[in-house]
């Protein structure tokens, strides 16, 4: 097993930051990329399943990172800050086009 | 988290396969039995054994048979009660009509989509739904239970747990661990090519089973990702409904557009209407796919705005010949004229496409789906080995801190892995051994299959007590007779119950029947077998340590 | 000719690639034959097993359509490799026809 020890709380915190920072930020890609692509000309449904299929290998990497990742609160902040972002940003965008 | 990439990979593969690996069994267990869901309706409705069938007339059959169904399922009523703003009213009105069929099916299931008033979601429906013989209409009795696309299907992706859909969570969570899992193993795995066909059941146990966990896992790679992640595209809109949530005018603005290009209406037009013959709708549709080279039956019929001027019909054809999922006619409900054909894909709805229909099979291929039901027990075995690596590293270090960690993984493991096979057989045999008229059947069926389960989990937890002496558990052995004794005695009852032995469905050649037969029988010889190596391997065990050759990270 | 015989020669090819390439590794080469295995039949294994493999592709091509072929080559693939290693750990020299040019 590992030598190095790491507290329950260390552990509880990266899996909650892998499972729900990814969901945050998978949320945040397809927010801004649907509304980014549909905004630049592509297809509706396009567009829409494009991001999706994407949007579940973008969670993959995110979670697999979160667990690589030098330090929780880099995790808490890329991925459910830049997802919070992400999301932001992509309902600005789909409000200019609608 | 760890001081190498290499060390937290292993350290989520473990903990996360570990922990998901219980509903990934049983997603790929139910889901390998799901390639087969049809065959198994039919071993246990003994009155749908007939041929597959077309999709019936309309006007004749099923018009009337829509019409029957006044009102939603009760499950479906209560679900939309908590949907809404304001109380349902006493009747519904029905907006949708539905009807699906494929090769492999004999019966027909027909649905009816009623109108959800003051819905907190939009274009909201709750559905009623039958089955009939589509020979000559007859509604087939309300609680029969289709054990294999009505209950073995729906818990490989649900779980049957349907308080606030959080089984579909639970499995997509478990599926994204599967695909962390395939990610976190390969880097882990050090000799990945140089070990591709390694498998050396001779060594120590702790040895022989990491060589088929990796080698079962390595070999189907491709079909763990693709069904693993496929599985959750399916679900896409269920799991990340941004567009619905965060951008509804975005929606509704494409909407509108569609309307206008395709000429189907978005809501009724509240004036009354009646439906042109839809037999003749049907009759052009399969002209159009007979004269395009794609001759084919329709798959599947759809009409909205039931009773409306503005009622449409569309029509889908069954795609037995490809792997994606088939384009739609849509024609005029009052008239019978087309409105709209959906165009072919662009490139991306074909890969959406494709990965659907590569995952749900319904083309007409047996070799296939065959090798996509192994590729399934492939997978299966990769989690199984799992567990029991598991259990096999540490037992002796917590049998020595009189720690009871690996008794419970142990416990946990034989209950998904054996316990659920004895389960799944147990409600195949109850199925057979109930009274054909006794009411309520299809829920006596439910709550035997929960029972059966819920008894391999008391079992299992009972046996693994040796495993805190980091013995083996007789668990394994026993429950492996017991799928053996229960795979056959369901064999015997088909035989006694409906007189459809072997000899009588192979020399008419009714596969569906036959095939699960056999399939019971092989499920029996390879649990006796494995019983008695098991038991072989109890009675000559010497005390194994826990070391490999090559030390493995945790 | 008959899709259920093209599969069947496509499953055929195969299981052989697969075990050509096993074949081709030291380990496994030792289970069917004493003698050590010299370089260039490694190669040679390997090009006959990599051979073998598209030609099962090929195979599959010719029976159905490309979408679904891809799919049963990819299946056909992962049960050759499960097979020749299941063969590798109980009857090794099962595997011995596949290097009969070599002693």
């Known amino acids: ?98 | ?554 | 000719m008959p899709d259920a015989l093209l599969l069947m020669a496509a499953l055929v090819f195969s299981v052989a690639g697969m075990g050509w390439l096993a074949l081709a590794m030291d380990v496994h080469w030792n289970q069917v034959r004493a003698s050590r295995r010299s370089p260039r039949i490694a190669v040679m294994l390997r090009v006959l097993g990599s051979v073998s493999l598209l030609t099962s592709l090929v195979l599959c091509l010719l029976a159905d359509t490309a979408t679904m072929a891809v799919l049963v080559w990819m299946m056909l693939l992962a049960v050759s490799a499960a097979t020749i290693a299941f063969v590798l750990s109980s009857r090794p020299g099962v595997l011995a026809p596949l290097v009969v040019f070599s002693k």
Request: net charge neutral; glycine share 8%; aromatic share 12%.
């Open chain 2, 1 to 554: 988290m760890f001081a190498s990439f290499r060390l937290s990979f292993a350290w989520l593969h473990t903990w996360f396969g570990l922990v998901l690996g219980f509903v990934l069994m049983v997603a790929f267990f139910f889901g390998s039995l799901s390639v087969f869901d049809r065959e198994i309706d039919r071993w246990a409705l003994p009155q749908t054994r007939i041929e597959a069938q077309p999709m019936p007339s309309f006007d004749k059959i099923l018009a009337s048979r829509f019409a029957s169904i006044t009102e939603p399922e009760p499950e479906e009523i209560e679900a939309a009660s908590n949907r809404v703003t304001k109380p349902l009213p006493d009747k519904l009105t029905p907006s949708q009509y539905g009807a699906y069929t494929t090769h492999r099916d004999p019966v027909l299931g027909m649905y009816v989509g009623f109108d959800v008033p003051n819905s907190t979601l939009p274009d909201d429906h709750a559905y009623g739904e039958i089955t009939i013989d589509p020979r000559d209409g007859h509604v087939l009795p309300h609680d029969q239970l289709a054990l294999g696309s009505a209950f073995f299907y729906p818990m490989h992706f649900s779980l049957h747990i349907t308080w606030h859909d959080i089984g579909y969570w639970i499995v997509a969570l478990a599926a994204m661990a599967m695909l962390a899992a395939i990610v976190s193993g390969v880097v882990m795995h050090r000799k990945i090519f140089r070990e591709f066909f390694t498998f050396r059941p001779g060594k120590k146990l702790l040895r022989s089973t990491l060589d088929l966990h990796n080698l079962t896992g390595v070999v189907a790679l491709p079909f763990h990702f693709l069904w693993a992640l496929s599985g959750l595209i399916i679900f896409a809109g269920i799991y990340f409904p941004v567009l619905e949530k965060l951008m509804q005018p975005l929606v509704e603005a494409h909407e509108r557009e569609e309307a206008m290009h395709t000429g189907l209406d978005i809501l009724p037009s509240g004036k009354p209407g009646t439906l042109a013959s839809v037999d003749a709708m049907m009759a052009v549709a399969k002209e159009r796919w007979a004269s395009r080279g794609a001759p084919g039956e329709v798959g599947f019929l759809f009409v909205n705005h039931v009773g409306n001027s503005n009622a449409s019909v569309s029509i889908y054809r069954d795609s037995t010949d490809r792997v994606a999922t088939a384009e739609g006619l849509h024609f005029e409900g009052t008239t019978g004229r087309i409105l709209f054909e959906d165009p072919p894909t662009g490139p991306i709805e074909t890969v959406n496409a494709f990965l659907t229909g590569m995952h749900l099979q319904q083309f007409k291929h047996w070799t296939l789906r065959w090798l996509i039901f192994v590729g399934g027990f492939l997978s299966s075995t990769c989690i199984a080995t799992g567990f029991i690596f598991f259990v096999e590293k540490r037992k002796h270090a917590h049998a020595a801190q009189g720690y009871g960690g690996s008794r419970w993984v142990d416990a946990l493991a034989v209950t998904t892995v054996t316990g659920m096979v004895v389960a799944t057989l147990f409600v195949l045999v109850m199925n057979r051994a109930l009274p054909e008229d006794l009411a309520h059947r299809d829920s006596w069926e439910k709550s035997s299959f929960w029972l059966a389960w819920l008894l391999t989990l008391g079992h299992a937890t009972w046996r693994s007590a040796a495993v805190l002496q980091a013995r083996m558990s007789k668990a394994w052995v026993e429950q492996c007779w017991a799928i053996a004794l229960s795979g056959a005695l369901a064999v015997v009852l088909n035989a006694v119950t409906t007189g459809d032995h072997l000899g009588r469905t192979l020399s008419a050649g009714y596969w569906p029947v036959a095939g699960v037969d056999l399939m019971l029988l092989a499920f029996a010889f390879v649990a006796a077998i494995a019983a008695r190596r098991l038991q072989q391997r109890a009675t000559h065990a010497s005390p194994a340590s826990a070391s490999l050759e090559e030390p493995e990270r945790a």
């Open chain 1, 1 to 98: 097993m590992a030598t190095v020890s790491y507290s329950s709380w260390h552990v509880f915190s990266r899996v909650c930051g892998s499972i729900l920072g990814s969901y945050a930020f998978t949320w945040g890609f397809i927010a801004i990329g649907v509304s980014s692509l549909i905004g630049a000309g592509l297809e509706f449904h396009e567009a829409s399943s494009l991001v999706s299929m994407l949007g579940f290998l973008v969670f993959l990497w995110a979670f697999c990172w979160a667990f690589v990742a030098a330090s929780i609160a880099r995790v808490w902040a890329v991925l459910a800050g830049g997802g919070a972002v992400m999301t932001l940003a992509g309902w600005w965008v789909s409000r200019a086009l609608a």
